[in-house]
């Protein structure tokens, strides 16, 4: 009869310890479950190099969201991000997008300039200003070879 009462006692904390991990997986990998906080807007450019899928997008240094997809437009020769934006945050047509680097490791961000005087951006829009990556391997090697 007191075999039951340890299992039972045992069975709760597991379930407990399963709790424990799914919810620490969930906000630790910054899951966005059932939430409809962000809109959708795209932008191309011709050079990304270092960014990636779930890069932090920023406006004058507060994260306003994340890079959701990265795509080539073979037509255009560009690169097309899809940056997924606070539903707060009301970005204008005449708003410019710059990849950005971060610090002494390198790591890539979107920094948006806001624009001033445009029509508001619509879910799945445009952003037509962009300034590409600076490639700073790039700038070394020619500053080092005498062709700056």
């Known amino acids: 009869m007191k075999k039951y009462p340890k299992e039972t006692v045992v069975g709760f904390f597991v379930f407990l310890g399963l709790i424990a991990i799914i919810y620490m997986s969930v ?14 807007v795209k932008a191309s450019f011709n050079d990304i190099t270092g960014l990636r ?7 004058m240094g507060v994260p306003i969201g994340y890079v959701t997809d ?4 073979l037509k255009n020769q560009k690169a097309v991000l899809t940056l997924s934006i606070e539903k707060r945050i009301e970005l204008l047509d005449d708003a410019i997008a710059s990849v950005k680097t ?21 879910e799945g829009g445009m952003i037509i200003e962009t300034e590409s990556a600076i490639d700073i391997e790039d700038l070394i090697s020619k500053y080092v070879f005498g062709k700056v």
Do not use: A, C, R, W
């Open 27 to 40: 906000k630790l990998g910054d899951v966005q479950m059932f939430s409809d906080d962000h809109y959708h």
């Open 102 to 122: 971060s610090g002494l490791i390198g790591d890539k961000y979107v920094k948006i300039t806001p624009g001033g005087v445009g029509d508001p951006i619509e």
């Open 70 to 73: 990265i795509n080539l437009d």
């Open 53 to 59: 899928v779930k890069s932090p997008v920023e406006m």
